[in-house]
């Protein structure tokens, strides 16, 4: 009662003040409303107008009242609100209903709903996107060339596709010729970490097709508005089911997919007698293949004294002249070891053969041919390498350069065929395993319609054949009839490129000529711009070429001890070429290419050789 009279004392005279009657205040009894007690009564001192003091009792009555309302329903909200904040706050974190909500993308983005408190208003929370997307419609296994061609491929016809690549590397997509080639000749110390080169030609390049800023990140590509190519990196699929269209990955996850490539390539074979040699033979042996393997045997190159190579074909003699390149400069020994008569003796005819193996030894090389390994062992901290004629090498390190086996682990949980006779996924010329699988690349023993089936391990092919994979996974339904190509430089004067079947066990027929300054792999790239020859090889035709009235071929037997500057090797089979190679000729490959396609028989290859014009200064 106290508080309201107080109240009633502080607000009559201010009232009093706005009233025009305030002036003659008529002091008479009236009963307080809080309690009773006598106390002043404004008054108009007007007879006959008491009810307008009513009025006013009235009018000031209703605005207190109105004022606590206010704040006690304002309180309240502020309470509500705080118990809602609260709620979100101290939520378990397992508790994870979901909803969908849609973006202005039109994309569907999972969220928390979270339960709220009675009369609370409702929230949401959008949850983190996953690591691996759980669905890709286009699903490429393997991250080297050819799926990244097939990539490459896929978004040029299907701008909107969204691929994802599932790479067993820890890095993006590259290509693995500079490994064996340029890479060693760079002038640069820090060559292993930045892993650009010189091409032949002068310019700079990384080994990477693409720089990161090209891709997208796994988690955003369900989500990215135009599609897009992702890496998944550091990851394996170990299990394929071909009839629910998803694979399962070594951690476990699955990813759901509408086509899939498979382009796991292969991994290098090793010798039986190092495989049974122990772990002090087996820490001492590279098998060449991938970048930390380059990283790797570049530092023990300059680490140790005697470095020995055991094979001679491609790769084998790429590293030997690489390796010996650097003898020159150092101290290394570098030896080379294989069961042919000579240099890649299963590609080259013997003349052509015994050459090349001259040459890797003028590089500083101790070539040792008609050599079979029988035993390994390491003692005294090196190993020794014992052959089956009773010879003995020792030597610090071990490179094995014995061939490539495909990866075809994927065949018996996904019920695809393996070749008995090549090896690799059997695939039609579609390059089609099942209707909605397909294979490129490096495992794929594919039906080449003018040669049969075939399986290739080269660089082009797996551009080519990745290509291809990807137009047909868009609907394109194209045979392989573009013959690929591959090419082996042994350093930047010497290099040879070939197409088709080249097989020394075929007849062959070989025109030759003298070379000039322009018949090096150096002069080539200079003219076309590109160290990859078969970025510019695979695309070009064989149209408007036309033969010099300098080409005066003649189909000479070579004789050993001939100088080979430059010259084509035809390859026979019933009379019919099935393979050229083209011996420091360059930017020929599409008449060679053409040739193959045509598939006819020849009855004067003197006149098919004019066509290449060696004999132009």
Not at 114 to 134: D, F, L, Y
Not at 144 to 159: N, Y
Not at 542 to 558: C, D, E, F, R
């Amino acid at each position: 009662m106290l508080k309201c009279r107080a109240t009633w004392q502080k607000l009559a005279p201010l009232a009093r003040s706005f009233t025009p009657w305030g002036r003659k205040p008529n002091v008479s009894k009236f009963k307080d409303p809080c309690g009773g007690v006598p106390i002043a009564q404004m008054s108009s001192n007007i007879p006959g107008r008491s009810s307008e003091n009513m009025i006013y009792y009235l009018l000031v009555g209703g605005t207190f009242v109105g004022s606590g309302i206010y704040v006690y329903r304002h309180l309240q909200e502020d309470k509500a609100r705080f118990n809602e904040r609260m709620a979100l706050v101290l939520k378990p974190v397992n508790e994870k209903p979901f909803t969908e909500i849609t973006t202005s993308s039109s994309e569907p983005i999972s969220v928390e709903k979270n339960e709220q408190p009675e009369g609370a208003q409702e929230a949401t929370v959008v949850q983190a996107r996953p690591e691996i997307p759980p669905h890709a419609p286009y699903l490429l296994i393997g991250g080297g060339t050819a799926s990244f061609a097939a990539a490459r491929s896929i978004r040029a016809r299907d701008p909107g596709a969204r691929v994802l690549i599932v790479s067993e590397e820890a890095v993006l997509p590259y290509m693995r010729p500079p490994l064996s080639k340029e890479l060693w000749f760079s002038d640069d110390p820090n060559v292993k970490e930045t892993l650009r080169f010189k091409q032949w030609n002068g310019k700079e390049r990384s080994i990477y097709f693409q720089p990161l800023s090209f891709y997208v990140s796994p988690q955003d590509l369900p989500y990215v508005e135009n599609g897009g190519v992702a890496v998944l990196n550091d990851r394996k699929v170990v299990h394929m089911d071909a009839r629910g269209n998803k694979v399962r990955l070594d951690d476990g996850s699955e990813i759901s997919y509408e086509k899939c490539l498979i382009a796991t390539g292969g991994t290098p074979r090793n010798l039986p007698s190092i495989e049974r040699a122990g772990e002090e033979v087996k820490k001492r042996t590279t098998l060449f293949r991938k970048i930390e393997d380059f990283k790797s045997l570049e530092t023990i190159s300059r680490d140790v004294k005697s470095v020995t190579i055991i094979g001679g074909g491609f790769l084998g003699s790429e590293l030997a002249c690489a390796l010996g390149r650097r003898a020159q400069e150092t101290s290394l020994e570098v030896n080379q070891i294989f069961p042919e008569r000579g240099n890649m003796g299963k590609i080259l005819p013997e003349y052509l053969s015994n050459w090349t193996t001259e040459k890797v030894k003028k590089e500083g090389v101790n070539v040792m041919p008609d050599s079979v390994v029988k035993s390994v062992n390491y003692e005294n901290g090196r190993l020794s390498i014992k052959l089956k004629d009773g010879r003995m090498v020792k030597t610090d390190h071990i490179v094995a350069a014995v061939g490539l086996e495909p990866n075809v682990e994927l065949a018996k949980s996904g019920g695809l065929e393996v070749d008995s006779d090549f090896g690799g996924f059997r695939v039609n010329s579609e390059l089609q395993a099942r209707s909605n699988i397909w294979v490129a690349g490096d495992a794929a023993c594919f039906y080449d319609i003018k040669l049969g089936r075939r399986r290739v391990e080269h660089h082009d092919h797996a551009v080519v054949s990745g290509r291809l994979a990807g137009e047909n996974m868009t609907g394109a339904s194209k045979p392989y009839w573009h013959q690929s190509m591959f090419w082996s430089d042994l350093g930047p004067y010497v290099g040879y490129e070939a197409i088709g079947i080249v097989d020394s066990s075929l007849p062959t027929v070989g025109v030759f000529a003298k070379a000039t300054a322009k018949d090096t792999p150096k002069a080539a790239t200079e003219e076309s711009g590109t160290g990859i020859r078969s970025e510019s090889e695979t695309e070009a035709t064989a149209s408007g070429v036309g033969i010099s009235t300098k080409a005066v071929s003649t189909l000479n037997t070579p004789q050993q001890g001939d100088d080979y500057g430059k010259g084509v090797i035809f390859y026979l089979r019933d009379k019919v070429i099935v393979g050229v190679i083209l011996w420091n000729v360059f930017n020929r490959m599409p008449i060679a290419r053409k040739i193959i396609k045509d598939g006819e028989e020849h009855a004067d290859l003197n006149e098919v050789a004019k066509l290449f014009n060696i004999h132009d200064d």
